[in-house]
């Protein structure tokens, strides 16, 4: 395996009954890249993404993170190892405060949810790790607000920065601007790409101009398999991208 090849699929099958909801795909990653996995809906992206984050286990195929082989290991085993999934479920305590959100998300990284009895020098050494993260995603101002109270984009920030937290070499975003207005959407692009430096990303999407600015490559997924991949202006630009696009009632000539 290519030492900038950080993430390796290979035949990766998810048979569901008959049903081959994903069928021989080969994925690789290139470290420090930003790349989406894309395609209309039913294409197989969200089972894919299942299979390469360890919420599903293949039918057959093989994932390797950092040339070791995790096709096996469970999500939190490979959270360990440094892959970890944003957005599968609002991950975010909507009673707690935005700034105790990630003090929560750190203090796991800790590997210790019961710090009442760590000194003081500790706990400062914290609050400036939570004052990083909010300046990096932009809600500094809104350390004090209750998470719940965040409009949308803002609570796919706080999100963000709370998958931050745990320090990941890789990030797995699970369509992060679904259900966007545009101004939301532009804003965490600017977020996402900000928080790439020194990481690698990988980004589930269904829209093919969202990543249209922000993505390094992009595969483009139709029934399960792979259709295309190269840059924007590559897949956007190959016919049968388009046919599947336009064939589905997908996003129209985007």
Known sequence: MKPDIVLLASGLTKQFGGFTAVGGVDLQVRRGSIHALIGPNGAGKTTCFNLLTKFLIPTSGTILFNGKDITRDNASEIARKGLVRSFQISAVFPKLTVQNNVRIALQ???????????????????????????????????????????????????????????????????????????????????????????????????????????????????????????????????????????????????
């Not at 931050?164 to 890789?170: F, Q, R, S, T, V």
């Not at 804003?187 to 922000?214: F, Y």
């Open 108 to 254: 796991r990284k800790g590997g210790d949810s019961f710090d009442f009895w760590r000194s003081s020098s500790v706990l400062r050494k914290l609050d400036g790790q939570v004052e990083q993260l909010l300046e990096a995603v932009g809600l500094s101002s809104f350390r004090h607000i209750l998470a719940g109270e965040l409009s949308y984009g803002r609570k796919r920030a706080l999100e963000i920065a709370t998958t931050l937290a745990l320090d990941p070499e890789m990030m797995l975003l699970d369509e992060p601007m679904a259900g966007m207005g545009r101004e939301d959407v532009e804003r965490i692009a600017s977020l996402i790409r900000r928080v790439s430096a020194g990481r690698t990303i990988l980004m589930v999407e269904h829209n093919l101009s969202v990543v249209s600015s922000l993505c390094d490559r992009i595969t483009v997924l139709a029934r399960g398999k792979v259709l295309a991949e190269g840059d924007y202006a590559t897949v956007s630009g190959n016919p049968l991208v388009v046919e599947a696009y336009i064939g589905t009632g997908g996003s129209h000539g985007h």
